[in-house]
């Protein structure tokens, strides 16, 4: 064998083992995807986060606060909408950025139960909007990103959301096509929603308080435009 010959020889063999070495690479991320893309819904999506869609719910948040010789009460009433207007995709998680929207009435009601007795009742339409950010990692849903929600005491249903274990695909195979996740934080805090396969969230409840302060939050599903 001649040299040209030997380097011919070289230059084939060398070739041939790049084109092993990335056949056997494309091989394996084939197969990682196939494995992560099946893996997240294995057990169902209960909470199908693409952009565009949407949920609606019927949205009653009441508070009492007695800070003598205060005495507060006040109640928000309205539609309260969430939509996914954003998605960034991660290795190893997926962020979803969610506008809300608030239109209803609040009203409030401060007195004075001491002289000078005082009465004051306040009437505010609402039409305001915000937006958080939920982060799905291992099938978990956290709060990533919180700022000034689009209601006072949606500001504190989050708070309350960021503390309790809610998962967009179950760990285990369900039992039904609706799942309740949530937990008694503490004496005084609970925080309890309600996710449908396949719809996403149908129901939100949470509350917190003690002997001078009280708040609860109720959000029940009226519309969805969901697209999985």
Known sequence: MNRHQYMLHRIRSVRFRILLVCGLVLVFLSSCEDLTSSLPDRNGDYWPLKVGNSWTFSYHYGYFDNNEPYLSTGVY?????????????FQDSSTFLIKQTFIGIAIEI???YT??????????????????????????????????????GN????????????????????????????????????????????????????KWGYVHSTKRV???????????
């Not at 009433?77 to 995709?89: F, M, R």
Request: proline content about 5%; glycine content about 6%.
């Open 77 to 89: 009433d309205g539609d309260l909408l969430w939509e996914v207007t954003g998605a960034s995709v």
């Open 110 to 112: 401060r007195q004075r």
């Open 115 to 152: 002289a000078p007795y005082r009465y004051d009742t306040t009437y505010t339409i609402l039409d305001t909007s915000a937006t958080f950010e939920l982060t799905v990692k291992n099938g978990l849903l956290k709060i990533s990103k919180n700022v000034p929600a689009a209601v006072w």
């Open 155 to 206: 500001t504190f249903m989050l708070s309350l959301f960021q503390k309790a274990d809610v998962y967009r695909y179950p760990l285990s195979p369900p039992t039904n096509d609706s799942l309740s996740y949530g937990r008694d934080i503490s004496k005084y805090e609970t925080f309890w929603i309600t996710l449908q396969k396949s719809g996403g969230p149908v129901r939100l409840e949470c």
């Open 218 to 228: 109720t959000a029940e599903l009226t519309s969805r435009v969901v697209t999985n």
